[in-house]
């Protein structure tokens, strides 16, 4: 027998049914500043979409009903096939109905990129995994596109916007997914010491078929319709289109041993593979296989800007959200003093990370010019490096608003949390990613003058102070700056999130943000604003960081 032993009360309602695109002031406004105003009217129907109940809770579902492995049908044949929960392949439909795959290469226009970016950033509020898949086919777009024969026989699937999830060949199919396998288990990020072989089957060389022979330690999503794989021929390290289907319909050697069990991210299928005289296609030529996918790296380490300023985004506005409906000690959250300073905090770290990612994004637009290849180039790793790092905190900290209720995984907050790893490590962790900044200064001196230019050119004394300092450390010996090059990156990255600021925040906000980064006693731990920053300037920003 049950009785009632107490009423319920004090508990948030869900953040359900609003829209991702008009309630975020900064997107909407930045959007039209790099010239996808022509977007707008399509991202506010999408971010309706994906901001209801329905769409939220496929995320919800995706990540609660994994993906299986089945190496082997009941009669003993070899299939290596994932199944997923149908929820995946509705998120991959959004995906594709939005272009999120590709549509800056399907249809160029000024601000495709940005376009794209706002989409994928209010896509990777709802569900991160099935992100992978995505980004790793917008990536290899641009290489394929070089292999003329190849990509005419791939080109109508690959700019297809429906998703097609029946595991059939290439040639059989409306559209198609790629995936990438790189890495290797004695190597990792060090691909120079991959041990996987291609062997020509004819003449060789670009576009001619060769077999390939090792093993990936981690090959994403392994259910993606071709992989570009990495593998060594005579003339060294190359890359190859490795297709799940061979020519003739046959199902093409690559075995699958086993799916990753990982912290976060679970939705999507990690895997280790073993190629047995897999059939695979030259991309590019024999021996240039880095330089191959190091023009993808700079297209996928931006995706995991975007995502990670997501990620960032979601958490805030889950916290935002909280704070307005709870009550503790008498008031609401919102009212209290302590917490007032740690929301605006947060509120300034998301915006500046959005706001970079965005004008990051609109590089891409403007492939041709000096300044924004600088941008791109130098400023991307950097951005990778404290955006996707920061977000482990930040997420962790609007966790912390949630309390208790945040740390179930009954609601928002744990996923969250445990997604933020992953782009800090995946396509270079930080180290990586801080000596590409590095590397980046170093091959194009002039594009780093540049930008220093640019932001030496700050009406803000405080601007004009960080890019002192950050030439200061540029001129440090290069074993010094080596060891240094995570401050040097820091440095960079938070120059240029200030500078953005300047330029396009409004002008409280920017000074906060500006004055909080610049002075050590501030941004360490979120919440440390000072009394020079006053509650009704809190106020106004976190009242403005989300209109719902």
């Known amino acids: 027998m049950q009785w009632q032993t107490h009423e319920i009360s004090n508990q948030v309602p869900d953040l359900q049914d609003y829209n991702i695109f008009s309630s975020d002031a900064v997107l909407m406004t930045s959007s039209s500043h790099y010239h996808a105003d022509w977007h707008q009217s399509a991202l506010r129907e999408a971010g309706q979409e994906l901001g209801s109940r329905e769409v939220?809770?496929?995320?919800?579902?995706?990540?609660?009903?994994?993906?299986?492995?089945?190496?082997?049908?009941?009669?003993?044949?070899r299939i290596d096939r994932v199944d997923f929960h149908p929820s995946w392949h509705q998120l991959l439909g959004l995906l594709r109905k939005q272009g999120l795959h590709a549509s800056p290469w399907r249809t160029p226009r000024p601000g495709a990129h940005v376009a794209r970016a706002a989409g994928y950033f209010m896509q990777a509020q709802v569900e991160s995994g099935s992100l992978c898949p995505t980004t790793m086919t917008f990536a290899s777009i641009p290489v394929l596109q070089n292999e003329a024969r190849l990509f005419a026989s791939l080109k109508d699937k690959l700019y297809s916007n429906e998703h097609d999830a029946r595991d059939l060949p290439i040639a059989d199919k409306t559209s198609m997914l790629i995936g990438m396998g790189m890495t290797e288990k004695q190597g990792g990020s060090d691909v120079r010491t991959n041990t996987t072989t291609a062997i020509a089957t004819g003449a060789g060389g670009r576009g001619a078929d060769y077999v390939i022979t090792g093993h990936k330690w981690f090959f994403s999503a392994p259910m993606c319709d071709a992989h570009l794989v990495l593998a060594t021929t005579e003339a060294g390290l190359s890359c190859f289109f490795v297709p799940r289907w061979r020519p003739d319909g046959s199902k093409n050697a690559v075995i699958v041993q086993r799916l990753k069990d990982k912290l976060g991210n679970k939705s999507n299928s990690s895997s280790e593979v073993e190629f047995q005289d897999a059939y695979g296609i030259l991309v590019g030529n024999e021996g240039r296989g880095i330089p191959t996918i190091i023009e993808m790296a700079n297209l996928t380490r931006l995706d995991c800007v975007i995502g990670s300023a997501a990620l960032m985004r979601q958490a805030l506005v889950q916290a935002i959200h909280h704070a307005r409906h709870r009550h503790a000690f008498g008031k609401k959250l919102l009212e209290q003093a302590l917490m007032r300073n740690v929301l605006a905090d947060m509120v300034m770290e998301s915006e500046a990370a959005t706001r970079l990612m965005l004008h990051l994004a609109a590089t891409l637009d403007n492939a041709d010019d000096p300044l924004q290849r600088a941008w791109r180039r130098i400023v991307t790793p950097a951005a990778k490096f404290w955006v996707c790092k920061r977000t482990l905190e930040f997420t962790g900290e609007c966790m912390e608003v949630w309390g208790g209720n945040g740390y179930v995984e009954s609601g928002p907050m744990a996923r969250l949390y445990r997604e933020a790893p992953v782009n800090s490590i995946w396509e270079g962790s930080g180290n990586v990613m801080c000596l590409d900044v590095l590397r980046a200064m170093e091959r194009d001196p002039v594009g780093m003058q540049l930008l220093l230019q640019q932001w030496a050119g700050s009406q803000s004394q405080e601007v004009r102070q960080m890019v002192q300092q950050l030439q200061t450390d540029l001129q440090l010996p290069a074993e010094q700056k080596e060891m240094s090059?995570?401050?040097?990156?820091?440095?960079?990255?938070?120059?240029?999130?200030?500078?953005?600021?300047?330029?396009?925040?409004?002008?409280?906000?920017?000074?906060?943000?500006?004055?909080?980064?610049?002075?050590?006693?501030?941004?360490?731990?979120?919440?440390?604003?000072?009394?020079?920053?006053?509650?009704?300037?809190?106020?106004?920003?976190?009242?403005?960081?989300f209109t719902n």
């Not at 995706?62 to 009669?75: G, Q």
């Not at 610049?518 to 920053?533: E, H, K, Q």
């Open 56 to 77: 939220l809770e496929l995320g919800a579902l995706a990540n609660t009903h994994l993906p299986e492995l089945h190496t082997h049908d009941r009669h003993g044949k």
């Open 485 to 545: 090059a995570r401050r040097i990156a820091q440095q960079l990255v938070l120059t240029a999130q200030a500078f953005l600021m300047c330029e396009h925040a409004q002008s409280d906000s920017a000074c906060a943000f500006v004055r909080s980064r610049l002075d050590g006693a501030n941004g360490r731990i979120y919440g440390s604003l000072d009394s020079g920053i006053p509650a009704a300037l809190q106020e106004s920003i976190i009242a403005n960081a």
